[in-house]
């Protein structure tokens, strides 16, 4: 890991593996690559916004084939050297550098609440993807995430989605939601919640604003995160509850 820190500054964008601190936000992210695998078997895959590049190389892992396109030169830079086998392009997401009709599976993960052109940028995913061809999104609630406020808390945000937003952005351009999911805390987590004031998340945030060292067992509870501590749950179910989950997940099809 030590290429990685040399190379690729956290920016508060992204998150990475290999960082302690950063093991709950890596793990709530990873969980939701996991859950696509099946999605992606034996296709033809765009990760759009592909970052660091830990999840596109994960897609490989099943996938025909897995491109990459990322804003970020450095980023680019760096999946290029850690993924060799990954082809990666520097690009913008609204002008995608990928023919008509070309992949199967389009993956966008903790990307669209930073896009200023989200229509534009759920139209070229319309564009490239195959008739029939699965668009898959992960973004934070905003319900939850920015509880009570119009714009978001986190300054690299430019425009939050709850559920039935992100359902409407999809529908208008030219996707039928097959699935709106959400991700949750799961059992070992809630008791992390409540050993925590009540919120790990926050546990970690007030630490890092007042730059106050981690305590030991605050530091041990993160590391000891992983994919499995995450539940997630189909709206549609009994314990769906999405207006209460912390990341959404929507599977939309191109009409």
């Known amino acids: 890991m030590t290429e990685f820190h040399e ?35 034996g296709r033809d895959v765009l990760e759009a916004g592909s970052g660091e590049g830990y999840g596109a190389a994960m897609l490989a892992t099943v996938a025909r084939s897995v491109t990459c396109v990322d804003y970020d030169e450095s980023a680019v830079e760096h999946t290029r050297r850690r993924y060799p086998g990954l082809v990666v ?12 009709a070309s992949v199967d599976v389009v993956v966008n993960f ?15 995913c319309r564009r490239v993807l195959r008739p029939g061809g699965l668009l898959l999104i992960s973004t934070p609630n905003r319900i939850t995430f920015s509880p009570g406020r119009d714009t978001p ?40 919640d409540t050993k925590w004031g009540g ?17 030991a067992d605050l530091s041990a509870d993160i590391a000891s995160v992983g994919t ?28």
Request: hydrophobic share 40%; net charge negative.
């Open 7 to 41: 190379t690729l500054a956290l920016t508060g964008e992204r998150t990475v593996p290999g960082i302690p601190e950063e093991n709950y936000w890596f793990r709530r992210h990873e969980v939701a690559y996991t859950h696509v695998l099946g999605q992606c078997d």
């Open 228 to 255: 499995d501590d995450f539940d997630i749950r189909d709206a549609a179910g009994p314990d769906g509850d999405i207006d209460a989950s912390l990341d959404l997940l929507a599977l939309a099809a191109r009409r």
């Open 153 to 192: 808390l986190n300054p690299f945000h430019t425009r939050e989605l709850d559920a039935a937003e992100l359902t409407e952005l999809l529908t208008e351009g030219g996707f039928d939601v097959s699935a709106m999911l959400g991700v949750h805390h799961g059992d070992g987590l809630a008791r992390l």
């Open 89 to 100: 392009h520097q690009g913008n997401l609204i002008d995608l550098p990928l023919d008509d």
């Open 199 to 215: 919120s790990l998340i926050d546990a970690q945030i007030e630490r890092a604003l007042a730059g106050e060292p981690w305590p």
């Open 110 to 124: 903790q990307v669209i609440e930073h896009l200023w052109d989200q229509p534009g940028f759920v139209a070229e």
